[in-house]
Protein backbone atom coordinates (compact mmCIF):
# COMPACT_ATOMS: atom_id res chain seq x y z
CA UNK A 1 0.00 0.00 0.00
CA UNK A 2 1.49 3.18 -0.61
CA UNK A 3 2.45 5.21 1.43
CA UNK A 4 0.51 8.36 1.19
CA UNK A 5 -2.63 5.85 1.75
CA UNK A 6 -1.70 4.65 4.86
CA UNK A 7 -0.92 8.10 6.07
CA UNK A 8 -4.84 9.14 4.75
CA UNK A 9 -6.36 6.40 7.06
CA UNK A 10 -4.38 6.73 9.71
CA UNK A 11 -5.05 10.82 9.92
CA UNK A 12 -7.89 12.77 11.32
CA UNK A 13 -9.99 12.58 8.99
CA UNK A 14 -9.52 8.70 6.74
CA UNK A 15 -11.09 7.17 4.04
CA UNK A 16 -12.78 5.08 6.45
CA UNK A 17 -14.35 7.08 8.68
CA UNK A 18 -18.34 7.37 9.08
CA UNK A 19 -17.71 11.32 8.46
CA UNK A 20 -14.72 12.64 6.76
CA UNK A 21 -14.24 16.68 6.64
CA UNK A 22 -11.09 17.78 4.96
CA UNK A 23 -9.54 21.18 4.39
CA UNK A 24 -12.72 23.01 4.17
CA UNK A 25 -13.65 26.81 4.24
CA UNK A 26 -16.95 28.04 4.38
CA UNK A 27 -18.15 31.64 4.30
CA UNK A 28 -21.60 32.85 5.59
CA UNK A 29 -22.96 36.28 4.63
CA UNK A 30 -21.61 39.56 6.64
CA UNK A 31 -19.65 36.80 8.65
CA UNK A 32 -16.96 36.51 6.37
CA UNK A 33 -14.50 33.08 6.53
CA UNK A 34 -16.43 30.82 9.18
CA UNK A 35 -14.46 27.69 8.37
CA UNK A 36 -10.33 28.03 7.57
CA UNK A 37 -9.26 24.76 6.19
CA UNK A 38 -11.19 22.82 9.16
CA UNK A 39 -10.04 18.93 8.93
CA UNK A 40 -12.23 16.08 11.13
CA UNK A 41 -12.29 12.62 11.15
CA UNK A 42 -15.45 10.64 12.90
CA UNK A 43 -15.39 6.92 13.14
CA UNK A 44 -18.72 4.96 12.65
CA UNK A 45 -20.43 4.47 16.29
CA UNK A 46 -18.17 6.84 17.66
CA UNK A 47 -20.00 10.05 20.05
CA UNK A 48 -18.23 13.40 19.20
CA UNK A 49 -18.73 16.39 20.77
CA UNK A 50 -17.80 19.81 19.26
CA UNK A 51 -17.53 22.40 21.87
CA UNK A 52 -16.79 26.70 20.57
CA UNK A 53 -18.50 29.72 21.77
CA UNK A 54 -21.67 30.92 20.09
CA UNK A 55 -20.68 32.06 16.61
CA UNK A 56 -17.88 29.68 16.35
CA UNK A 57 -19.26 27.34 13.42
CA UNK A 58 -20.70 24.59 15.35
CA UNK A 59 -24.32 24.58 13.42
CA UNK A 60 -22.87 24.59 10.56
CA UNK A 61 -20.24 22.51 10.16
CA UNK A 62 -23.52 20.04 11.12
CA UNK A 63 -25.36 21.76 8.12
CA UNK A 64 -22.32 20.52 5.73
CA UNK A 65 -22.73 17.16 7.09
CA UNK A 66 -26.05 17.10 5.94
CA UNK A 67 -25.07 18.41 3.06
CA UNK A 68 -27.57 21.57 3.49
CA UNK A 69 -24.38 23.52 2.79
CA UNK A 70 -21.64 22.85 0.75
CA UNK A 71 -17.98 24.06 1.19
CA UNK A 72 -16.19 26.89 -0.39
CA UNK A 73 -13.17 24.22 -0.73
CA UNK A 74 -12.39 21.21 0.79
CA UNK A 75 -14.56 18.47 1.16
CA UNK A 76 -16.95 16.48 3.25
CA UNK A 77 -17.22 12.36 2.83
CA UNK A 78 -20.27 10.71 4.56
CA UNK A 79 -19.86 7.06 4.28
CA UNK A 80 -16.46 7.88 1.74
CA UNK A 81 -18.99 9.86 -0.80
CA UNK A 82 -19.21 13.48 -1.24
CA UNK A 83 -21.90 15.06 -0.21
CA UNK A 84 -22.18 17.09 -3.25
CA UNK A 85 -22.52 13.66 -4.89
CA UNK A 86 -25.18 12.08 -2.83
CA UNK A 87 -28.57 12.61 -3.64
CA UNK A 88 -29.98 14.96 -0.95
CA UNK A 89 -32.86 12.90 0.20
CA UNK A 90 -30.63 9.78 0.11
CA UNK A 91 -28.08 11.65 2.18
CA UNK A 92 -30.75 12.52 4.36
CA UNK A 93 -32.00 9.30 4.56
CA UNK A 94 -28.95 8.65 6.58
CA UNK A 95 -28.67 10.99 9.16
CA UNK A 96 -30.94 12.10 12.14
CA UNK A 97 -31.21 15.62 13.10
CA UNK A 98 -32.12 16.57 16.59
CA UNK A 99 -32.30 20.41 17.49
CA UNK A 100 -32.61 22.78 20.48
CA UNK A 101 -35.99 23.60 19.72
CA UNK A 102 -36.84 20.47 17.66
CA UNK A 103 -39.85 21.51 16.36
CA UNK A 104 -42.39 18.84 16.85
CA UNK A 105 -45.65 19.94 14.80
CA UNK A 106 -47.71 21.11 17.32
CA UNK A 107 -51.13 19.75 15.92
CA UNK A 108 -49.77 16.18 15.60
CA UNK A 109 -49.80 13.63 17.96
CA UNK A 110 -46.50 12.88 19.54
CA UNK A 111 -46.90 9.39 17.50
CA UNK A 112 -47.61 11.05 14.01
CA UNK A 113 -44.21 13.33 14.70
CA UNK A 114 -42.53 10.61 15.44
CA UNK A 115 -43.71 8.58 12.22
CA UNK A 116 -43.09 11.33 9.90
CA UNK A 117 -39.96 10.05 8.11
CA UNK A 118 -41.34 6.14 8.13
CA UNK A 119 -44.34 7.76 6.18
CA UNK A 120 -42.13 9.90 4.03
CA UNK A 121 -40.59 6.31 2.87
CA UNK A 122 -43.16 4.79 2.54
CA UNK A 123 -43.89 2.29 5.48
CA UNK A 124 -46.44 0.09 6.28
CA UNK A 125 -49.25 1.36 8.89
CA UNK A 126 -48.37 -1.69 10.98
CA UNK A 127 -44.47 -1.34 10.36
CA UNK A 128 -45.06 3.07 11.33
CA UNK A 129 -47.17 1.81 14.44
CA UNK A 130 -44.70 -0.59 15.46
CA UNK A 131 -41.79 1.49 15.32
CA UNK A 132 -43.59 4.29 17.23
CA UNK A 133 -43.95 2.02 19.96
CA UNK A 134 -40.48 0.83 20.21
CA UNK A 135 -38.66 4.44 19.92
CA UNK A 136 -41.33 5.98 22.78
CA UNK A 137 -40.10 2.56 24.61
CA UNK A 138 -36.49 3.38 23.75
CA UNK A 139 -36.56 6.76 25.41
CA UNK A 140 -38.21 5.80 28.01
CA UNK A 141 -42.24 7.84 27.12
CA UNK A 142 -44.23 4.33 27.43
CA UNK A 143 -46.63 4.38 24.13
CA UNK A 144 -49.49 3.34 25.86
CA UNK A 145 -49.44 6.90 27.86
CA UNK A 146 -47.58 9.19 25.33
CA UNK A 147 -47.99 8.13 21.63
CA UNK A 148 -51.55 9.70 21.59
CA UNK A 149 -50.86 12.61 23.03
CA UNK A 150 -50.82 15.93 21.76
CA UNK A 151 -46.69 17.61 21.09
CA UNK A 152 -48.00 20.79 23.13
CA UNK A 153 -48.75 18.36 26.37
CA UNK A 154 -45.78 17.71 27.09
CA UNK A 155 -42.61 19.06 29.09
CA UNK A 156 -39.54 20.72 27.26
CA UNK A 157 -37.55 17.25 28.57
CA UNK A 158 -40.24 14.67 27.29
CA UNK A 159 -39.85 17.04 24.00
CA UNK A 160 -36.58 16.52 23.27
CA UNK A 161 -36.93 12.46 24.28
CA UNK A 162 -39.40 12.63 21.59
CA UNK A 163 -36.95 14.60 19.04
CA UNK A 164 -34.29 11.70 19.57
CA UNK A 165 -37.22 9.02 18.67
CA UNK A 166 -37.83 10.92 15.66
CA UNK A 167 -34.78 11.12 14.91
CA UNK A 168 -33.90 7.83 15.55
CA UNK A 169 -37.46 6.50 13.88
CA UNK A 170 -35.98 5.38 10.50
CA UNK A 171 -32.48 3.91 11.92
CA UNK A 172 -29.91 6.04 10.72
CA UNK A 173 -26.49 5.11 11.53
CA UNK A 174 -25.39 8.91 11.60
CA UNK A 175 -27.24 11.45 14.61
CA UNK A 176 -26.35 14.92 14.07
CA UNK A 177 -27.43 16.47 17.42
CA UNK A 178 -27.18 20.48 17.61
CA UNK A 179 -27.56 22.17 20.93
CA UNK A 180 -30.47 19.41 22.02
CA UNK A 181 -30.53 19.82 25.51
CA UNK A 182 -29.44 23.57 25.72
CA UNK A 183 -33.26 25.03 26.69
CA UNK A 184 -33.46 22.70 29.74
CA UNK A 185 -33.15 23.33 33.48
CA UNK A 186 -29.78 21.31 34.36
CA UNK A 187 -31.65 18.86 36.51
CA UNK A 188 -33.76 17.73 33.22
CA UNK A 189 -30.51 18.29 31.21
CA UNK A 190 -28.53 15.85 33.75
CA UNK A 191 -31.48 13.00 33.43
CA UNK A 192 -31.61 13.36 29.38
CA UNK A 193 -27.47 12.95 29.74
CA UNK A 194 -28.39 10.00 31.60
CA UNK A 195 -30.41 9.16 28.71
CA UNK A 196 -28.61 9.77 25.85
CA UNK A 197 -25.80 6.94 27.24
CA UNK A 198 -28.17 4.40 27.96
CA UNK A 199 -29.95 5.05 24.68
CA UNK A 200 -26.36 5.11 23.11
CA UNK A 201 -24.67 2.07 24.66
CA UNK A 202 -28.20 0.30 22.93
CA UNK A 203 -28.23 1.76 19.82
CA UNK A 204 -24.36 2.87 18.83
CA UNK A 205 -25.02 5.13 16.22
CA UNK A 206 -22.22 7.77 14.52
CA UNK A 207 -23.28 10.78 16.71
CA UNK A 208 -21.90 14.37 16.79
CA UNK A 209 -23.23 16.55 19.30
CA UNK A 210 -22.64 20.09 18.84
CA UNK A 211 -22.79 22.40 22.47
CA UNK A 212 -21.00 25.38 24.05
CA UNK A 213 -20.84 23.66 27.50
CA UNK A 214 -17.62 21.72 28.29
CA UNK A 215 -18.92 19.60 30.83
CA UNK A 216 -22.22 18.54 28.80
CA UNK A 217 -19.09 17.11 26.19
CA UNK A 218 -17.34 15.51 28.62
CA UNK A 219 -20.22 14.01 30.02
CA UNK A 220 -21.37 12.40 26.64
CA UNK A 221 -18.47 12.20 24.13
CA UNK A 222 -16.10 9.83 23.71
CA UNK A 223 -14.03 12.77 22.10
CA UNK A 224 -14.45 15.97 22.65
CA UNK A 225 -13.02 18.38 19.15
CA UNK A 226 -12.92 22.65 20.01
CA UNK A 227 -13.43 24.44 17.62
CA UNK A 228 -11.89 27.93 17.26
CA UNK A 229 -11.08 30.51 14.51
CA UNK A 230 -12.41 27.98 12.00
CA UNK A 231 -10.13 24.75 12.73
CA UNK A 232 -10.11 22.26 15.01
CA UNK A 233 -7.87 23.72 17.66
CA UNK A 234 -7.50 20.34 19.69
CA UNK A 235 -9.59 16.89 19.43
CA UNK A 236 -9.15 14.34 22.06
CA UNK A 237 -10.40 12.01 24.86
CA UNK A 238 -12.20 14.22 27.71
CA UNK A 239 -9.58 12.93 29.99
CA UNK A 240 -6.48 14.76 28.30
CA UNK A 241 -8.58 17.51 27.24
CA UNK A 242 -9.03 18.86 31.11
CA UNK A 243 -5.26 18.76 31.16
CA UNK A 244 -5.01 20.80 28.31
CA UNK A 245 -2.75 24.08 28.20
CA UNK A 246 -3.75 25.49 25.29
CA UNK A 247 -4.96 29.11 25.05
CA UNK A 248 -8.11 28.64 22.85
CA UNK A 249 -9.42 25.56 24.81
CA UNK A 250 -8.44 26.85 28.73
CA UNK A 251 -11.36 29.55 28.48
CA UNK A 252 -13.81 26.75 27.82
CA UNK A 253 -12.63 24.85 30.98
CA UNK A 254 -12.76 26.95 33.48
CA UNK A 255 -16.30 26.62 34.16
CA UNK A 256 -15.22 23.23 34.97
CA UNK A 257 -12.93 24.58 37.20
CA UNK A 258 -15.13 26.94 38.75
CA UNK A 259 -17.64 24.59 40.01
CA UNK A 260 -15.16 22.08 41.46
CA UNK A 261 -13.60 24.50 43.44
CA UNK A 262 -16.96 25.62 44.56
CA UNK A 263 -17.43 22.53 45.74
CA UNK A 264 -14.49 21.38 47.32
N1 LIG B 1 -27.62 31.64 7.08
C1 LIG B 1 -26.62 32.43 7.43
N2 LIG B 1 -26.33 33.55 6.71
C2 LIG B 1 -25.31 34.35 7.05
N3 LIG B 1 -24.51 34.16 8.09
C3 LIG B 1 -24.74 33.08 8.85
C4 LIG B 1 -25.79 32.17 8.57
N4 LIG B 1 -25.77 31.19 9.50
C5 LIG B 1 -24.76 31.49 10.33
N5 LIG B 1 -24.13 32.61 9.95
C6 LIG B 1 -22.96 33.21 10.61
O1 LIG B 1 -21.91 32.27 10.61
C7 LIG B 1 -21.22 32.27 11.85
C8 LIG B 1 -21.26 30.88 12.46
O2 LIG B 1 -22.61 30.56 12.76
P1 LIG B 1 -23.02 29.16 13.42
O3 LIG B 1 -22.43 28.06 12.64
O4 LIG B 1 -24.50 29.20 13.54
O5 LIG B 1 -22.32 29.27 14.84
P2 LIG B 1 -22.56 28.42 16.18
O6 LIG B 1 -23.53 27.33 15.87
O7 LIG B 1 -21.22 27.94 16.59
O8 LIG B 1 -23.11 29.39 17.20
C9 LIG B 1 -21.89 33.33 12.71
O9 LIG B 1 -21.14 34.52 12.63
C10 LIG B 1 -23.23 33.52 12.07
O10 LIG B 1 -23.70 34.82 12.26
MG1 LIG C 1 -25.40 26.91 16.59
Redesign the pocket.
Known sequence: MPCDSVALMNGPASAGSAIAVRDVY?S?????A?LRGLDLGIAAGETLA?V????????????LINGL?VPDRGEVLVEGRDTREWNPFDLRRRIGYVLQEIGLFPHLTVGANIAIVPRLLGWSPARIDARVTEMLNLVGLPSATYAQRGALELSGGQRQRVGVARALAADPPILLM??PFGALDPVTRAELHREFRRIQAQVRKTVVI?T?DMAEAFALADRVGV?DEGVIAQLDAPRELARSTDARVRPLLEPLFEARAFMS
Not at 28 to 32: D, E, I, L, T
Open positions: VRGAAGVLGRSGAGKSTLLKIDEVHL
